[in-house]
Each structure stands twice: as C-alpha cells, then as structure tokens.
C-alpha cells in the first residue's frame, strides 16, 4: 500500500466543493417548491429535505463502499469493506492520489447521491405519499444509484474496463449518466407509475412562485461549480477548465431555451430561464474537463434548445412529468454524454489525463466515431438498467404500502400531507381545499 500524502490545497477545495454541492439540495428544494401550486410547497420541499436526511447515513454506513470498494461482479462495490466509514484508511482513498483524505472524499460523495435521489422527486410532485418517498428514497439509492456510481466511476461495467474496453473509456467526469440519466429515468418510471395529477392536461398547474424558481436556479447553478469542479478532486488547471465549461455552457443554454420559446411562443420567460440555466448545467456535467471552449458553447445551445422542446413531450405521450426531470435531466443529460463523442478534446493536456487513452478524441476533432459509439453504449445501458430497477421498486411499493395518495389528500396538499400551510396568513391553503 503507498503511503499517503496529504496535500492541504486539494483538501480544502474539496470540502469547499462538497458544500456547495450539499447546498444544490436546498436550492432544488426552492427550485421545485417554486413549481409547484402553493397547496404542495412544503411537500415538494419536504422531499429534498427528506433526501438529505435519509441518504446521509446511508452513505456513510455501506453507500460509498458500495460504490468504491472492491469490484463485486463489475456491478457493485463490496458493502461491508469500509461499512461504517470508521475503519477506511486515506491511502484506499477516492482522491488518495489528490492528497485528499477517505473521510473528506466520502463527504464529497455523499453530496453526489443526496442530490441524485431529490432530482426524482420533482417528477411525483403533488401526488405520492410521503412515506413511500422516503421508502423509495432509501430502496432507490441502494440498489440502484450505488451500483450505477460503481459502474461508471468505481471499476464496474461502465467503466474503462467495461463493456466498451474495446472501443475507448467512456467519460463521465462528474455525473451525466450516474446523475441526470439515473434520475430522469427513474422520474419518468415513477411518473407513469404513479399516474397522471387530478386535472392534468385539462386544468392551468402553473409554478406559484417565479421568484422562488430563480433563486433556486441560482443556489443549484452556484453549487453546481462544486460539482463539476470539484470532480476533478484538485484544485488545478482542470478544475479551471470544468469552472469555465460550466459558466460558458450554461449561459448559452439560457440563451437557447429563450430564443426556442420566442420562436414557439412568442415570449421569453423567467421560467424559461431558470429552466435553461439547470439545462445547461445538466448537459455540460459529463463533458466539464473533456470539451474546449467552444465544445461547451455548442453543448448549452443544443441542450437549451433540445430541451426546451422536450418538456412538452409529456403532454404528446401522456405521462405527467410534474416538474420536468425527463425534459430536463434525462434529455440533458444524454445529450451532455452523447455529444461528448463529437466534441471531446482530450489531446488539450489542461483537460487532465484521467482517461486512459489521451489521444483519443470526438468526431469533431479528428477521434473517428469511436468515443461517440462508447458514449452512446453506455448512456443507453444506464438507462436500461435504471429504468428496470426502478421500475421493480416502485412496482413493489405500489403492491404493498401503495405510493399514490388519496383524491381528498391530493386536493388538499400540505395540510393533509404535514399539517401545516406555506402560506396560511393569506389563506392560500384553504383556498386550495376548497377548490
């Protein structure tokens, strides 16, 4: 075993980003509380906050050993190597060669699954129980967010020495398919299991808050430096670039959902905005420290204008996507990890030398098809795997401790839900009762 060298700067720029990317969860919770109809505010917001509180001690207990201990089968980590997180030595260290200690890597981590599982919620808004989201929650990231985190990041299937070892090594520098793919299919699984609201598709369901959307996209746009960045796991030239990507990427994406919705619909919105902004965040995840400039200029357009498209997909096929995790994470996110076959620059040494073959490069700059074909295998196995498992999870719950709430509790919100209103000085909550 090398002996371990801890290097101060990484350390604490990890720890820096770790709570940026924990902040990410507060924000989505305004985000998504935003969205909804005033009635269901602090139920959407519960659920973020209930992801926290569950997903915590689950990854310190067998999460990230699930995810980065020893390869069991190319599916997932042994669970019982650093059960616990008290026994985990710096040298097995994520980030080891970072200089970043066991314990700061799993916090790091830890932040990654938490926001993953939240994502999800915003697909059920306003009509799963409570109590089957945190059943869920806890299920979910189990069997389905650890595995993935270990096959894409830890050694498994996913990986270098995966399914596309003869191809090249997939990229995914800091999520797109353990992420965004991972949560927006199981947003969709779970939407068409759960059914459509009461009135959907017959009745206006408009966000009760813009202002609470902004500031949102603003604290998950804000921590999301965190979590690009920091998935350099240094504080280096490469996290510069990931930082660059991310602001350039994301302000394009705006920009493109803006100009689509002018198209479309005549005017832009503060909606829209929002929703680009996290669009653009969603797709330049994967390819943060794999694309120059102008890779990350032409990831925003094309996710901002793709996915602005994408939100009313819903409506054509039928499935109530509340709060549009499918048009936003799944398609964002498979077009961030797609794209990455034409636009990835890894010849540019700033992007770090993480892959196992450098040279290797995107169609648009001289690599062939052959990273496009391994972007494409893996991003299509996520959403297989994803979509199977969750399914049996929710198909499970649903037989046995059900997940949708009752008529009267859906039309009644947060008072039926917690016993309280978000807005009850001014009547808001009864006001939606009575409708």
């Not at 520098?173 to 609201?197: D, P, S």
């Not at 490469?238 to 005017?267: F, H, P, Q, S, Y």
Request: charge should be negative; glycine fraction near 14%.
């Amino acid at each position: 075993m090398d002996e371990f060298v801890l290097d101060t700067g990484n350390t604490a720029w990890i720890i820096v980003a770790s709570s940026l990317v924990l902040l990410m969860t507060p924000g989505l919770a305004f985000f998504y509380g935003g969205m909804v109809r005033g009635k269901s505010v602090l139920n959407m917001m519960m659920m973020s906050f209930g992801a926290m509180a569950l997903i915590g001690p689950i990854w310190l207990l067998y999460g990230y050993s699930g995810a980065f201990g020893s390869d069991v089968g190319g599916i997932i980590g042994n669970p019982f190597e650093f059960f616990g997180s008290n026994t985990i030595t710096d040298a097995d260290s994520l980030m080891a060669g970072s200089g970043v200690p066991a314990l700061v890597a799993i916090a790091f981590q830890a932040t990654f699954a938490i926001i993953t599982v939240a994502l999800i919620s915003g697909s059920v808004a306003d009509r799963m129980k409570f109590s089957a989201w945190l059943a869920f929650a806890a299920i979910w990231v189990t069997i389905v967010y650890v595995p993935m985190a270990h096959m894409v990041w830890g050694g498994g299937l996913l990986g270098g020495d995966g399914i596309t070892s003869g191809l090249s090594t997939p990229i995914d520098f800091a999520g797109g398919t353990v992420v965004h793919i991972n949560a927006g299919v199981a947003g969709l699984v779970m939407a068409i299991l759960l059914g459509k609201r009461k009135g959907f598709g017959k009745e206006p369901m408009r966000p009760h808050n813009l202002p609470f959307v902004m500031l949102g996209a603003a604290l998950l746009w804000f921590g999301w430096f965190g979590f690009n960045a920091g998935s350099e796991f240094a504080a280096d030239g490469t996290a510069g670039r990931a930082w660059v990507n991310t602001t350039v990427a994301t302000c394009m994406a705006i920009l493109g959902w803006l100009a689509t919705e002018k198209v479309r619909d005549g005017k832009a919105t503060s909606l829209g905005a929002a929703s680009g902004a996290v669009a653009g965040l969603v797709a330049i995840t994967p390819a943060a420290a794999s694309v120059d400039t102008y890779g990350a200029i032409a990831i925003g357009t094309i996710a901002g204008i793709l996915c602005a498209m994408a939100v009313s997909l819903k409506y054509k096929f039928g499935y109530d996507d509340s709060l549009d995790v499918v048009g936003v994470h799944l398609v964002g996110g498979l077009t961030g990890t797609v794209l990455i076959g034409f636009f990835a620059n890894v010849s540019d040494t700033t992007n770090g030398t993480w892959y196992a073959d450098g040279s290797v490069n995107g169609l648009f700059y001289g690599g062939g098809v052959t990273q496009l074909l391994t972007q494409i295998i893996v991003a299509l196995a996520a959403v297989v795997f994803s979509g199977v498992v969750t399914f049996i999870i929710g198909s499970a719950l649903k037989a046995t401790m059900g997940i949708r709430v009752t008529d009267e509790v859906e039309a009644s919100g947060d008072m039926a839900m917690h016993g309280e209103t978000a807005y009850e000085s001014l009547g808001v909550g009864r006001m939606e009762v009575k409708a």
